[in-house]
């Protein structure tokens, strides 16, 4: 069983298969090596940097690929279909990185409604805007979670804790025993704090009418897909003040995202940091020795 981990792998997951004499590769591939090679592996484990596309797929014709992993949970970077297609099994770890995500979601509202991110900027150009920066606490807040998995439910718990009302919107969930169900224009009007947890969408999910109808200095926040969100329709509401601050972890053209955005004195960003902390990267790790030590005990099965 040879194994490809395209893009690193915890630690603790390296040294697992290294003592299970399970021939793991953590030499990054671009695409063009990934296609020459890509047909020697039994499993490629990927994250986000990583697109195996149709072009990847094809290249694995006829060779030993069986099983793509993502290490994380977005799908987005790997052609499901194709895959399938292709009787190639793909498989994420949903469970890992939950906390982490919405750890940052809050750090993101935090940052905003105190001016955290700007005051950091302002006060080592020996500025003292004590004054200016007058913000807004989170607690008696509506936070709108739009996508209501096992982030957003995360989050949810999260800002309860801290005292704010939260209402969701699921295309799925329509019910929760805790948490309000909110239709999602409904949502957008309630909210002075919105967080997206949604798959990729193949058009923006949010843009110029969506933020049209949203109060008048609400914050947004996106640690989900870039694209989710209309960036220029962000910077035209930030302008207007209708928004009045973005936390950003995603972006459209990652790893090269707008600098407008990421230079707009009211946008808090981060690189697509998300699930970036020891203990996500752990889980990650344990969820994948899971999903390849079941899967070869499969195999052996299968094979015998």
């Known amino acids: ?63 030993r690929l069986k099983m793509i992993i993502r290490a994380g949970v ?31 979601v809050l750090g993101h509202m935090f940052s905003l409604s105190r001016f955290i991110n700007e005051s950091n900027l302002t006060m080592r150009q020996g500025i003292w805007n004590k004054k200016v ?7 008696g807040k509506t936070l709108g979670i739009i ?22 919107y699921d295309k799925f969930v329509k019910m929760d025993n805790k948490y309000k169900y909110c239709e999602f224009q409904d949502l957008l009007r309630k909210a002075d704090f919105i967080s997206v947890h949604t798959p990729a969408t193949d058009k923006p999910l949010i843009g110029r009418e969506e933020f049209e109808i949203m109060k008048d200095g609400v914050f947004i926040i996106n640690a989900a897909r870039g694209g989710i969100i209309d960036e220029e329709a ?22 090269n995202p707008n600098p407008e955005l990421l230079n707009h004195p009211r946008v808090s960003c981060t690189p697509h940091i998300g699930a970036a902390t020891e203990e996500a990267q752990r889980r990650i790790g344990e969820e994948i020795i899971q999903i390849v030590m079941n899967f070869i005990k499969e195999y052996k099965t299968i094979a015998i």
């Open 234 to 255: 962000l910077l035209e509401a930030l302008q207007k003040n209708r928004v009045a601050g973005a936390g950003l972890d995603v972006y459209a053209n990652e790893p």
């Open 147 to 168: 996508g209501f998995g096992r982030i957003g439910r995360n989050l949810a718990q999260k800002a309860e804790a801290l005292g704010m009302d939260v209402v969701f």
């Open 133 to 139: 920066y007058t913000g807004v606490e989170l607690y």
């Open 74 to 104: 977005g799908l987005d970077n790997i052609d499901l279909e194709y895959a399938k297609k292709n009787r190639i099994l793909v498989t994420n770890t949903p469970n890992a990185s939950s906390n982490s995500v919405a750890e940052l």
């Open 1 to 63: 069983m040879r194994i490809l981990a395209n893009d690193g792998l915890d630690k603790n997951a390296l040294r697992f298969f290294q003592e299970n004499n399970i021939q793991l590769d953590t030499k990054k591939h671009d695409k063009e090596a990934l296609i020459k090679n890509i047909k020697n592996y039994d499993i490629l484990i990927v994250r986000s940097a990583t697109r195996v596309d149709r072009e990847v797929i094809d290249a694995a014709k006829g060779g």
